[in-house]
């Protein structure tokens, strides 16, 4: 029998990515978010509504609306300078052209958004444009490319704690899943289903429920374990049902098609098929339509109905090839080919059987399977060394083309006059590649630089956090060891002298005695410049206010502590690296800047912590400043990457400096 | 026999407790009535009995010898409590005050240290060790100085004095030579530090506060 490969049952991820728009959908709140779209005064207030206004219609597949809007509202953010919404429209252009199977333009969108994550900060919309790039890739048979976007968004994900990412995290689990399964990994596949079903309370989207157990319930199927699989489908049926979403209806229906024609009850497979194709054609998912089509082809030549067979099975030939379905086209020239073998018109036959075999070869293809493999194992083990080589390999070959295509351009250009405007559009074209191929490039140096900087940011992180480790250790040691022993010592010598009062007048006795004392002392000088007890005991606030008064108490510089909005403190580690900071900037405006005031501001708002410290002092040029001297603040910006901050420093000479340096604090 | 003052030392380090023994060996009325190792060795003997005083190492293994301290004062509202530490940062000597302790001692004490404070916390009064009290009195002189009134950094004054012109961060940015992201963050804590949620509001209350 004739095993129609389903490339994956996921298609709408995009459409549950809810960025918490209106819900109204009155024929008023349409008719009043048009009037102020349509406005000659065009502001913020126009984007909202046309932003609106292509949600409302994207979210009921009326995809030539959507775009509509879209492209209004496009431009005028960029007028604006809107990068956000920018960013969020280029997104909803880029689903609207995938859910259209336009793909060209669906990536050239999705791609753009690509550029502003290191100007804004949407971790949803970041990690929804991973995911959409991953559709688009699984769209297009590339499971490799797509897995490797789906564990971008992983890492997003896993590293943020806000309430709405943990939310899309079923979903990014369904797509990896799906992805997996799609590459022939069913255990992998199921695995990173069943994590996401176990989520604790299911904080997703219900939809997804459904698409997880369908995940599964493929996984199982393809492994030939129905009885494991069957469970699954009927979870899927039943989370379904309250549902009323034709999208969701329409995989389910395709999944009962292939489960019963698993277990060889066509007419029921046939039913569920033809009811999924109905779906598709309405909600015009050629995605699904073409391998619904191939479906149904192969369960009427089952049934021996030829002709309904062939016009199905030509069908999804014709999409599949539109939509570069290279699993579709193979399989429905495997049943062309076996309508053929029926009609016994052999010449045909070996014509489709020679197109099915050049198909079936592109489509299978074991390295790609390898590759994904690889990935998750990378994912895993967050190392990224080989990603940055291909990377670095991918971007050596990008310039050797573009030289060469600058070479080629060139030697044109010598060429004779009646050449020249064949040439001159032969340029225009090739300009515009080569342009294409440089943001590329400028895009993979970016990631690369990125991946090169999250290395260095994991290296220097152990390396902080062992050294903060020990000197805990060495503290605590001298504090209790150390400090313990001296302190007996001293307390002996003091009951010594009071049982035996002429020890008072023996001046060895005194000497030893005091010895002793600055002994203890030391130790605890050392022991509170490895680490404070304060800080540890009672958090940063207490600790600083420490630290300030102690240097003020010297007299010669005045530190003000300003805090505001902290009431919890931090975990341990941010707040030793928060105390050293301030530290090594108040050493560094003790050595250098000869300020005698400093003011230290800790502002913390939401997730925002914003930590400045400002001095009197004689500043420097922050372009060129001495390189020994600037060791001490070389430390303070690694410790700052470490808590994945941003230092900037402001200074004036003769006025004073200003080092700002914001944090994102999530506990 | 009510005279007689019982002491309870809670400290991990042996010597220590046995310097301490050492030093109070021969003085009358003071009476050392029990030595625990760790909070819940020191937590199940107050259960059953109640000292005069408690000795009170604040690095103990299992607990912070801080929360130790208020936990004990949940149930025991009689016993003096003197901290025994060999730091003296002036965070956790109030820290130990703050949470019902009754003095705090150094433990590089000498012998006349020690008496002083037991016969100090035993008149109902607080006792600081020499070094302790310069140490808090610093703290509680800056707190006097410095809280009452929002300090405003040199850019934020220089910001708010532009925002009451009545520019915007865009052109303070120009204005100042800083980013406009710098600037949206100066911008951002003058809100925070002043509790307003808008520049007219910030304005005002700096207005009224003589800031402008």
């Known amino acids: ?667 | 026999m009510n005279n007689i003052v019982t002491i309870l030392i809670i400290d991990d380090h042996p010597l220590v407790a046995d310097g301490i023994k050492t030093m109070l060996k021969e003085s009358e009325g003071l009476k050392i009535v029990g030595v625990c190792k760790t909070a819940k060795e020191s937590l199940s003997f107050l259960m059953k009995e109640t000292p005069k005083i408690i000795l009170l190492d604040i690095s103990l293994p299992d607990m912070d010898g801080l929360q130790l301290c208020e936990a004990i004062r949940k149930d025991n509202k009689e016993s003096k409590i003197i901290g025994l530490t060999s730091t003296n940062e002036a965070g956790i000597i109030t820290g130990l005050l703050q949470r019902g302790g009754n003095g705090y001692l150094l433990k590089n004490m000498e012998r006349e240290d020690l008496i002083d404070a037991i016969a100090t916390v035993m008149n109902g009064k607080i006792y600081l060790s020499k070094d302790a009290n310069e140490r808090v009195l610093e703290q509680f002189h800056r707190l006097g100085s410095t809280t009452t009134n929002t300090v405003l950094t040199r850019r934020e004054k220089e910001i708010l004095k532009l925002l009451s012109d009545g520019l915007n961060g865009p052109e303070i940015a120009e204005k100042l030579f800083l980013s406009p992201l710098t600037v949206e963050t100066h911008r951002k804590n003058l809100l925070r530090k002043f509790n307003a949620h808008s520049v007219q509001l910030l304005l005002k209350v700096a207005r009224e506060s003589n800031l402008l």
Request: hydrophobic residues 40%.
């Open chain 1, 1 to 667: 029998m004739i095993r129609f490969l389903r490339t994956s049952i996921f298609l709408l991820i995009a459409l549950s990515v809810n960025f918490g728009y209106g819900q109204s959908t009155s024929d008023t709140y349409l008719d009043s978010l048009l009037t102020i779209a349509t406005r000659s005064k065009v502001d913020s207030n126009s984007v909202i509504a046309l932003t609106h206004l292509q949600r409302y219609y994207f979210e009921r597949g009326l995809y030539d609306s959507t775009l509509k809007y879209a492209k209004m509202a496009l431009p005028i953010t960029e007028m604006l300078n809107d990068k956000k919404r920018q960013a969020r429209i280029q997104y909803n252009l880029g689903m609207t052209y995938t859910n259209l199977a336009k793909y060209d333009s669906a990536k050239k969108y999705l791609d753009a958004t690509q550029a502003f994550w290191p100007i804004i900060h949407d971790t949803v919309l970041q990690v929804s444009s991973y995911n959409a790039l991953a559709i688009l890739s699984n769209y297009q048979s590339d499971y490799p490319q797509a897995v490797k976007y789906l564990l971008e968004s992983a890492a997003i994900i896993d590293k943020s704690k806000t309430k709405a990412i943990q939310q899309i995290k079923p979903q990014v689990y369904s797509t990896i899943s799906s992805n997996l399964i799609a590459e022939k990994q069913y255990e992998k596949g199921i695995e990173y289903s069943i994590k996401a079903l176990r989520l604790e309370d299911y904080p997703g989207e219900p939809r997804y429920r459904v698409i997880l157990h369908l995940d599964v319930f493929d996984a199982y199927l393809q492994m030939n374990q129905v009885d494991l699989a069957k469970p699954h489908l009927d979870s899927a049926i039943l989370f379904n049902q309250p549902l009323n979403n034709m999208v969701i209806s329409n995989l389910v229906s395709r999944n009962e098609g292939i489960y019963y024609n698993h277990v060889k009850d066509y007419s029921n497979a046939l039913a569920s098929y033809l009811k999924s194709y109905q779906l598709s054609e309405t909600l015009k998912y050629d995605n699904l339509k073409s391998q619904v089509a191939g479906n149904i082809a192969s369960i009427y030549l089952i049934l021996q109905k030829y002709k309904e067979a062939r016009r199905y099975a030509l069908e999804a030939n014709e999409i599949g090839k539109r939509l570069k379905q290279l699993e579709v086209v193979s399989n429905s020239y495997a049943s062309l080919k076996q309508i053929a073998i029926a009609d016994n018109d052999y010449k045909t036959a070996v014509k489709y059987a020679d197109l099915n075999k050049i198909y079936a070869d592109s489509a299978t293809n074991a390295a790609t399977q390898k590759e994904t493999l690889s990935l998750e194992s990378k994912y895993q083990s967050q190392k990224k060394e080989n990603e940055i080589a291909a990377l670095t390999i991918a971007n050596t070959q990008r310039e050797l083309e573009v030289v060469k295509r600058n070479r080629l351009l060139i030697g044109g250009a010598i060429l004779s006059g009646a050449a020249l405007l064949v040439l001159g559009l032969l340029f225009k074209n090739s300009r515009q590649k080569q342009l294409l191929a440089e943001r590329e490039q400028t895009l993979q140096h970016e990631q690369i630089k990125f991946l090169e900087r999250q290395q260095q940011v994991v290296s220097l992180q152990s390396m902080i956090n062992g050294q903060e480790t020990e000197r805990i250790r060495i503290a605590k040691d001298l504090h209790d060891g150390l400090g313990g022993l001296f302190s007996t010592v001293k307390m002996y010598f003091s009951s010594l002298q009071h049982d035996m009062q002429e020890l008072k007048d023996k001046e060895l006795f005194q000497k030893s005695y005091l010895l002793v004392d600055s002994a203890s002392v030391e130790i605890r000088r050392i022991a509170h410049s490895m680490m404070p007890e304060v800080l540890m005991k009672l958090g940063l606030v207490n600790a600083l206010k420490d630290l300030c008064d102690n240097i003020s108490a010297g007299k010669l510089i005045k530190v003000t502590l300003e805090v505001h909005g902290i009431q919890n403190r931090f975990n341990s580690n941010t707040e030793i690296m928060l105390y050293r900071i301030i530290q090594e900037l108040l050493n560094n405006i003790m050595k250098h800047a000869n300020a005698t005031e400093v003011i230290i501001q800790f502002i913390k708002e939401a997730e925002r912590l914003s930590v400045v410290v400002e001095d009197n002092g004689q500043g420097f040029n922050t372009q060129q400043f001495d390189e020994s001297k600037s060791s001490g603040l070389e430390t303070v910006k690694s410790r700052v990457s470490y808590l994945n901050g941003k230092l900037s420093i402001d200074s004036e000479k003769g006025i004073g400096t200003t080092i700002m340096m914001d944090f994102l604090i999530n506990e």
